[in-house]
Protein backbone atom coordinates (compact mmCIF):
# COMPACT_ATOMS: atom_id res chain seq x y z
CA UNK A 1 0.00 0.00 0.00
CA UNK A 2 1.51 3.63 -1.00
CA UNK A 3 2.23 5.79 1.52
CA UNK A 4 -0.71 8.65 1.39
CA UNK A 5 -0.71 12.30 2.29
CA UNK A 6 -1.27 13.13 5.96
CA UNK A 7 -5.28 13.02 6.75
CA UNK A 8 -5.77 11.31 3.57
CA UNK A 9 -5.56 7.38 4.99
CA UNK A 10 -9.16 5.51 5.40
CA UNK A 11 -9.06 5.82 9.37
CA UNK A 12 -8.27 10.10 9.19
CA UNK A 13 -10.59 10.77 6.57
CA UNK A 14 -13.48 8.61 7.68
CA UNK A 15 -14.13 6.31 5.39
CA UNK A 16 -17.42 4.71 5.23
CA UNK A 17 -16.26 1.51 4.83
CA UNK A 18 -13.39 -0.96 5.26
CA UNK A 19 -10.62 -1.38 1.89
CA UNK A 20 -9.60 -4.70 1.28
CA UNK A 21 -6.00 -3.76 3.12
CA UNK A 22 -7.31 -3.64 6.39
CA UNK A 23 -9.80 -6.48 6.19
CA UNK A 24 -8.38 -9.32 8.63
CA UNK A 25 -9.71 -12.72 7.03
CA UNK A 26 -8.59 -14.32 10.49
CA UNK A 27 -10.90 -12.95 12.60
CA UNK A 28 -14.35 -14.73 11.28
CA UNK A 29 -17.77 -13.91 12.92
CA UNK A 30 -16.65 -11.94 16.00
CA UNK A 31 -19.58 -12.54 18.55
CA UNK A 32 -19.72 -11.45 22.14
CA UNK A 33 -16.58 -12.07 23.32
CA UNK A 34 -16.40 -13.19 27.31
CA UNK A 35 -14.78 -10.53 29.91
CA UNK A 36 -11.50 -11.58 31.56
CA UNK A 37 -11.35 -12.05 35.45
CA UNK A 38 -8.35 -9.85 35.54
CA UNK A 39 -7.26 -9.28 38.58
CA UNK A 40 -7.55 -5.22 39.67
CA UNK A 41 -4.47 -4.72 42.51
CA UNK A 42 -4.37 -1.55 45.04
CA UNK A 43 -0.91 -1.23 44.84
CA UNK A 44 -0.63 1.46 47.67
CA UNK A 45 1.00 -0.28 49.86
CA UNK A 46 4.10 -0.75 47.79
CA UNK A 47 4.54 2.73 49.04
CA UNK A 48 4.36 1.91 52.75
CA UNK A 49 6.94 0.91 55.46
CA UNK A 50 4.75 -1.92 56.28
CA UNK A 51 6.81 -5.49 54.70
CA UNK A 52 3.92 -7.42 55.33
CA UNK A 53 1.90 -5.15 53.65
CA UNK A 54 3.81 -5.46 50.52
CA UNK A 55 4.46 -8.14 50.56
CA UNK A 56 0.64 -9.34 50.08
CA UNK A 57 0.92 -7.02 47.57
CA UNK A 58 3.52 -8.81 45.98
CA UNK A 59 1.83 -12.34 46.26
CA UNK A 60 -0.99 -10.85 44.09
CA UNK A 61 1.24 -9.22 41.48
CA UNK A 62 2.80 -13.16 41.39
CA UNK A 63 -0.50 -14.62 41.15
CA UNK A 64 -1.39 -12.36 38.67
CA UNK A 65 1.71 -12.34 36.09
CA UNK A 66 1.73 -16.35 36.32
CA UNK A 67 -1.83 -16.36 34.81
CA UNK A 68 -2.51 -13.47 32.77
CA UNK A 69 0.89 -11.37 32.68
CA UNK A 70 -1.16 -8.86 32.85
CA UNK A 71 -3.16 -7.03 35.62
CA UNK A 72 -4.97 -3.90 36.14
CA UNK A 73 -3.82 -1.46 39.19
CA UNK A 74 -5.48 1.45 41.41
CA UNK A 75 -4.44 3.48 44.03
CA UNK A 76 -1.47 4.38 41.61
CA UNK A 77 -1.00 7.82 43.05
CA UNK A 78 -1.66 9.16 39.58
CA UNK A 79 -4.50 12.09 39.78
CA UNK A 80 -7.14 11.87 37.80
CA UNK A 81 -6.79 15.73 36.58
CA UNK A 82 -3.36 14.43 34.94
CA UNK A 83 -4.79 11.77 33.24
CA UNK A 84 -7.60 13.70 31.93
CA UNK A 85 -5.38 16.03 30.62
CA UNK A 86 -2.62 13.61 29.32
CA UNK A 87 -5.50 11.76 27.09
CA UNK A 88 -6.88 15.72 26.26
CA UNK A 89 -3.86 16.58 24.64
CA UNK A 90 -3.37 13.51 22.67
CA UNK A 91 -6.87 13.80 20.98
CA UNK A 92 -6.04 17.46 19.87
CA UNK A 93 -3.30 16.57 18.57
CA UNK A 94 -4.55 13.99 16.46
CA UNK A 95 -7.24 16.56 15.68
CA UNK A 96 -4.78 19.27 14.58
CA UNK A 97 -4.42 19.94 10.78
CA UNK A 98 -2.49 17.77 8.41
CA UNK A 99 0.42 20.26 8.11
CA UNK A 100 0.82 19.70 12.04
CA UNK A 101 1.06 16.16 11.81
CA UNK A 102 3.09 16.13 8.61
CA UNK A 103 6.09 17.69 10.79
CA UNK A 104 6.47 14.30 12.54
CA UNK A 105 5.67 12.02 9.48
CA UNK A 106 8.51 9.32 9.48
CA UNK A 107 8.82 5.66 8.67
CA UNK A 108 12.24 5.32 10.41
CA UNK A 109 11.54 3.59 13.31
CA UNK A 110 14.77 5.45 15.03
CA UNK A 111 13.37 8.83 14.42
CA UNK A 112 12.87 10.27 18.51
CA UNK A 113 9.33 11.37 17.19
CA UNK A 114 7.21 10.40 14.78
CA UNK A 115 3.63 9.89 13.49
CA UNK A 116 2.18 7.50 11.32
CA UNK A 117 -0.96 5.14 10.62
CA UNK A 118 -1.17 1.28 10.92
CA UNK A 119 0.78 -0.70 12.79
CA UNK A 120 4.73 0.73 12.00
CA UNK A 121 3.82 2.99 8.94
CA UNK A 122 1.66 3.46 5.96
CA UNK A 123 3.31 1.16 3.93
CA UNK A 124 2.74 -2.30 6.08
CA UNK A 125 0.94 -5.27 3.30
CA UNK A 126 -1.50 -5.38 6.41
CA UNK A 127 -3.10 -2.17 7.37
CA UNK A 128 -4.93 -1.34 10.97
CA UNK A 129 -7.36 1.29 11.68
CA UNK A 130 -5.36 3.79 13.82
CA UNK A 131 -3.05 6.58 14.05
CA UNK A 132 0.10 6.68 16.14
CA UNK A 133 2.51 8.94 17.65
CA UNK A 134 5.73 7.78 19.31
CA UNK A 135 8.22 8.90 21.56
CA UNK A 136 10.37 9.26 24.03
CA UNK A 137 9.66 9.34 27.73
CA UNK A 138 11.75 10.80 30.71
CA UNK A 139 14.16 12.07 31.35
CA UNK A 140 11.87 15.44 30.13
CA UNK A 141 15.24 17.12 30.28
CA UNK A 142 16.54 15.67 27.39
CA UNK A 143 13.61 14.60 25.18
CA UNK A 144 10.62 17.42 25.79
CA UNK A 145 12.31 19.39 22.98
CA UNK A 146 11.12 16.64 20.60
CA UNK A 147 7.88 16.63 21.21
CA UNK A 148 4.68 18.61 19.23
CA UNK A 149 4.80 21.53 19.73
CA UNK A 150 0.96 22.14 18.54
CA UNK A 151 -0.95 21.72 20.64
CA UNK A 152 0.12 24.36 22.56
CA UNK A 153 0.09 22.26 26.35
CA UNK A 154 1.12 18.99 24.94
CA UNK A 155 4.37 19.14 26.42
CA UNK A 156 3.39 20.16 29.56
CA UNK A 157 0.29 17.84 29.89
CA UNK A 158 2.40 14.92 28.46
CA UNK A 159 5.16 15.86 30.84
CA UNK A 160 2.92 15.73 34.15
CA UNK A 161 1.97 12.20 33.09
CA UNK A 162 4.72 10.62 32.32
CA UNK A 163 6.51 11.67 35.55
CA UNK A 164 3.78 10.59 37.10
CA UNK A 165 3.89 7.55 35.64
CA UNK A 166 7.80 7.18 35.71
CA UNK A 167 7.36 6.84 39.60
CA UNK A 168 4.27 4.27 39.09
CA UNK A 169 6.88 1.87 37.09
CA UNK A 170 9.06 2.09 40.09
CA UNK A 171 6.56 0.82 42.22
CA UNK A 172 5.64 -2.28 40.48
CA UNK A 173 9.00 -3.05 38.09
CA UNK A 174 10.80 -4.05 41.54
CA UNK A 175 7.55 -5.75 43.25
CA UNK A 176 7.53 -7.87 39.90
CA UNK A 177 11.15 -8.31 40.37
CA UNK A 178 10.61 -9.39 43.61
CA UNK A 179 7.87 -11.45 43.11
CA UNK A 180 9.97 -14.00 41.55
CA UNK A 181 12.61 -14.22 44.58
CA UNK A 182 15.25 -12.08 42.65
CA UNK A 183 16.93 -8.86 44.56
CA UNK A 184 15.27 -5.85 42.71
CA UNK A 185 17.88 -3.46 43.91
CA UNK A 186 20.27 -3.41 41.61
CA UNK A 187 18.02 -3.52 38.33
CA UNK A 188 15.43 -1.15 39.57
CA UNK A 189 18.88 1.47 39.71
CA UNK A 190 19.06 0.89 35.91
CA UNK A 191 15.34 1.17 34.91
CA UNK A 192 15.66 4.64 36.58
CA UNK A 193 18.19 5.23 33.85
CA UNK A 194 16.13 3.51 31.36
CA UNK A 195 14.01 4.21 28.17
CA UNK A 196 10.79 4.95 28.42
CA UNK A 197 9.20 3.91 24.74
CA UNK A 198 5.82 6.31 24.45
CA UNK A 199 3.00 5.37 21.89
CA UNK A 200 0.09 7.32 21.62
CA UNK A 201 -2.75 5.13 19.90
CA UNK A 202 -6.01 6.56 18.22
CA UNK A 203 -8.67 4.26 17.03
CA UNK A 204 -11.23 6.49 15.23
CA UNK A 205 -14.21 4.45 14.73
CA UNK A 206 -14.52 2.17 12.22
CA UNK A 207 -17.68 1.59 9.66
CA UNK A 208 -17.03 -1.96 9.47
CA UNK A 209 -15.43 -3.03 13.28
CA UNK A 210 -16.09 -6.77 13.10
CA UNK A 211 -13.80 -6.69 9.78
CA UNK A 212 -10.87 -4.95 11.07
CA UNK A 213 -8.07 -3.87 13.97
CA UNK A 214 -6.65 -1.44 15.90
CA UNK A 215 -3.77 -3.44 16.40
CA UNK A 216 -2.73 -7.18 15.70
CA UNK A 217 -1.90 -9.80 18.08
CA UNK A 218 1.34 -9.05 19.66
CA UNK A 219 3.05 -9.22 22.29
CA UNK A 220 5.19 -5.80 23.90
CA UNK A 221 9.31 -5.82 23.75
CA UNK A 222 9.93 -4.01 26.84
CA UNK A 223 10.11 -5.26 30.44
CA UNK A 224 6.53 -3.38 31.46
CA UNK A 225 4.35 -1.73 29.90
CA UNK A 226 1.64 0.48 31.92
CA UNK A 227 -1.52 1.78 29.62
CA UNK A 228 -4.03 4.46 30.31
CA UNK A 229 -7.20 4.46 27.71
CA UNK A 230 -10.05 6.45 27.47
CA UNK A 231 -12.32 3.78 26.20
CA UNK A 232 -11.88 -0.21 26.92
CA UNK A 233 -10.99 -1.83 23.97
CA UNK A 234 -8.27 -3.99 24.87
CA UNK A 235 -8.72 -8.02 24.28
CA UNK A 236 -5.97 -10.33 26.25
CA UNK A 237 -5.77 -13.89 25.31
CA UNK A 238 -6.61 -16.56 27.69
CA UNK A 239 -3.76 -19.19 27.08
CA UNK A 240 -5.76 -21.70 29.52
CA UNK A 241 -8.74 -21.60 27.03
CA UNK A 242 -7.03 -19.98 24.01
CA UNK A 243 -9.81 -17.91 23.80
CA UNK A 244 -9.78 -14.07 23.12
CA UNK A 245 -11.28 -11.94 26.34
CA UNK A 246 -11.68 -8.18 26.60
CA UNK A 247 -10.32 -6.02 29.69
CA UNK A 248 -13.04 -5.09 31.77
CA UNK A 249 -12.93 -0.94 32.02
CA UNK A 250 -12.09 -0.62 35.66
CA UNK A 251 -12.40 3.70 36.75
CA UNK A 252 -9.33 5.40 37.36
CA UNK A 253 -7.11 1.88 36.87
CA UNK A 254 -3.95 1.56 34.38
CA UNK A 255 -3.37 -1.58 32.90
CA UNK A 256 0.03 -3.26 33.52
CA UNK A 257 1.38 -5.95 30.43
CA UNK A 258 3.94 -8.03 31.25
CA UNK A 259 6.98 -7.84 28.09
CA UNK A 260 9.37 -10.14 26.36
CA UNK A 261 12.12 -8.33 27.91
CA UNK A 262 10.95 -9.76 31.38
CA UNK A 263 9.64 -12.67 29.93
CA UNK A 264 13.42 -12.98 29.20
CA UNK A 265 14.65 -11.68 32.46
CA UNK A 266 12.22 -14.39 34.13
CA UNK A 267 13.66 -17.52 32.19
CA UNK A 268 9.78 -17.69 31.10
CA UNK A 269 8.14 -18.36 34.62
CA UNK A 270 6.32 -15.01 33.37
CA UNK A 271 5.02 -15.32 30.04
CA UNK A 272 4.50 -11.88 27.91
CA UNK A 273 0.64 -11.13 27.36
CA UNK A 274 -0.46 -11.90 23.75
CA UNK A 275 -3.14 -8.69 23.17
CA UNK A 276 -4.79 -6.63 20.34
CA UNK A 277 -6.50 -3.50 20.03
CA UNK A 278 -10.53 -3.87 18.96
CA UNK A 279 -12.74 -1.10 17.37
CA UNK A 280 -16.10 -0.01 17.63
CA UNK A 281 -18.30 2.37 15.71
CA UNK A 282 -19.43 4.70 17.74
CA UNK A 283 -16.54 6.86 19.19
CA UNK A 284 -12.61 7.26 19.02
CA UNK A 285 -10.64 5.56 21.63
CA UNK A 286 -7.61 7.06 22.66
CA UNK A 287 -4.62 5.09 24.82
CA UNK A 288 -1.42 6.22 26.19
CA UNK A 289 0.91 3.36 26.09
CA UNK A 290 4.64 3.42 28.14
CA UNK A 291 6.77 0.49 27.81
CA UNK A 292 9.87 0.57 30.07
CA UNK A 293 13.57 -1.07 29.47
CA UNK A 294 16.42 -0.38 30.29
CA UNK A 295 18.91 2.14 28.51
CA UNK A 296 18.91 2.21 24.64
CA UNK A 297 21.74 0.20 24.23
CA UNK A 298 22.03 -1.69 27.59
CA UNK A 299 21.08 -5.50 27.15
CA UNK A 300 18.56 -7.21 29.70
CA UNK A 301 19.66 -10.85 30.78
CA UNK A 302 17.46 -14.17 32.21
CA UNK A 303 18.60 -13.18 36.43
CA UNK A 304 21.52 -15.42 37.09
CA UNK A 305 19.10 -16.73 40.37
CA UNK A 306 16.65 -18.44 37.58
CA UNK A 307 19.32 -20.35 35.99
CA UNK A 308 20.51 -23.55 37.44
CA UNK A 309 21.28 -27.16 36.35
CA UNK A 310 17.35 -28.22 36.40
CA UNK A 311 16.42 -25.01 34.82
CA UNK A 312 19.08 -23.96 32.17
CA UNK A 313 19.12 -19.96 29.98
CA UNK A 314 16.36 -20.29 27.85
CA UNK A 315 16.42 -16.71 26.40
CA UNK A 316 18.91 -14.80 24.81
CA UNK A 317 20.17 -10.97 25.88
CA UNK A 318 18.39 -8.16 24.19
CA UNK A 319 18.35 -4.17 24.44
CA UNK A 320 16.01 -1.92 22.90
CA UNK A 321 18.71 -1.24 20.29
CA UNK A 322 18.00 -4.77 18.99
CA UNK A 323 14.62 -4.62 18.99
CA UNK A 324 14.28 -1.59 17.09
CA UNK A 325 16.91 -3.16 14.09
CA UNK A 326 14.51 -5.87 14.15
CA UNK A 327 11.47 -3.67 13.56
CA UNK A 328 13.15 -2.06 11.05
CA UNK A 329 14.20 -5.44 9.19
CA UNK A 330 10.68 -6.66 9.72
CA UNK A 331 7.06 -6.68 8.19
CA UNK A 332 5.52 -7.64 11.62
CA UNK A 333 1.69 -7.12 10.00
CA UNK A 334 2.32 -9.80 7.57
CA UNK A 335 4.06 -12.09 9.29
CA UNK A 336 2.72 -11.58 12.56
CA UNK A 337 6.31 -12.31 13.40
CA UNK A 338 6.51 -11.28 17.70
CA UNK A 339 10.22 -10.15 18.68
CA UNK A 340 9.46 -12.03 22.10
CA UNK A 341 9.99 -15.04 20.00
CA UNK A 342 13.59 -14.28 18.47
CA UNK A 343 14.74 -14.36 21.86
CA UNK A 344 13.96 -18.15 22.79
CA UNK A 345 17.41 -20.35 22.81
CA UNK A 346 16.18 -23.38 20.73
CA UNK A 347 16.61 -26.40 22.90
CA UNK A 348 19.03 -29.21 21.64
Not at 188 to 204: H, I, L
Not at 205 to 230: K, R, V, W
Request: glycine share 6%; charged share 25%; with cysteine.
Amino acid sequence: MATLPVGLSPQESGLSYVPEAYVIPSLGKRGSVPKAHIPVIDIAALRSDSEEEKARVTQKIKDACLRWGFFQVVNHGMTEPVLNDSLSACLKFFESPPAVKEKYLSTNVFSPTRYSTGLKTADDSVQFWRMFLKHYGTPLSKWTETWPEDPSDYREKMGNFLEGFKRVSLDVIPAVIESLGVNPTKLTEKFKKGMDVVTVNCYPPCPQPELALGLPPHTDFGCITILHQSDHGLEVFDEQDQTWKSVPAVPGALQIHIGDQFEALSNGIYKSVLHRATLNNVKTRVSIAVQYSLDFEEQIHTAEELIDDEHPRKYKPSSLKEFLNFLSRTDVAASGKNYGETLKIEEN
